[in-house]
């Protein structure tokens, strides 16, 4: 099914009768997206949906407000990165664990995950990436698999292009190593 | 060189783009009814906040103005009060005047500007002021006198006016050396 250009979106959410529909359309639009790039920094799929759900609640409250500075997709993923730190920051909080105990308890989980494949080489992948410091994992995550520009990449974590391009740099070698010793 | 990124990227995706990552069964359509939900318990939130505030800033607004109106009434009351109660030194200072101005001009001018003072000065002020109109009702006082004498003859002269033309009168007014020549 083909989905509606943003443009079409965005006129329909600025009207009042058809703002409901437009966010229909939206979020069938984006729904995956928004859920894959959630996941790949909790991995939890139970954390995931929470964050979703919080996703889609902001952009309904501020999707009147978007100016149009960037694509609407950078600026959802944007809501979608910021959630998702602001979630872990919380949850690590709430349990009283430091960035490494948090980091052991999401890899001893990779094994056991029934929304999660099977396969070695996936989970070792998976496993790689979720060792990495937060920022160096989003870094890595928008540049593997979502290919996207430094530039874009600049937009939507309100980094330089130069201190994203460092941190993508130390991020492969951290998984160059990880890969070598499995 | 094995540490180029190129190289680990090349490495990496021999492993593939697959995040493994899966969702339960019908997950996005219960996701998109869930969020329909929860967007029109927003919707309902967002419309009782903006009545909320609506009769917020009427209700303030309403109380503003009947503030202003009461102390504008308040602040007016207080202003006339002092009017309404008849000030005894202005009476004395309106006789002072009445008095001076009917009788000696050159003292009133005078006595006007003393009088104004009077206003504003203490009471023993005024005291040196009450002898001249103490002299004034002395003067007055004789004038009343010389007035009534006057009068008491013209109308004995009227009752007698008959009986004045007969000789027997004019000779009785010769008698009182009090001779009228009618």
Known sequence: MAHPNDEYILEMFATEKTREQAFGLLMRKYNTEIYNSVRRIVFSHDDADDIVQNVLIKIWKHLASFRGDSSLKTWITRICVNESLTFIDKKKRMLQLDDEEYVERVLSSIPDDSHFSSDQIVQMVQTGIQSLPEKQRVVFTLRYYDEMPYEEMSKVLDTSVGALKTSYHFAVKKMEEFLSKH | MN????????KLESYGKETGFTV??????????KMMGKIAVEKQKTTHRKQLLRFSLVSGAAATVALLITLNFILNTSDVQPLSQPNPLMGKVKDSLHLTTTSTPVFAENSSLKASDDVVEDQPKTTPKTAPVKERDASTSKKVEKMTDETTVLSVMEFYEEDARSD?????LMDLECYYDF
Do not use: A
Not at chain 2, 3 to 10: D, G, H, L, S
Not at chain 2, 168 to 172: A, I, R, S
């Open chain 2, 24 to 33: 339960p069964d019908g997950y996005y359509d219960d996701l998109y009814q």
């Open chain 2, 3 to 10: 540490n180029n990124p190129e190289n680990i990227m090349k």
């Open chain 2, 168 to 172: 027997e009168f004019t000779e009785t």
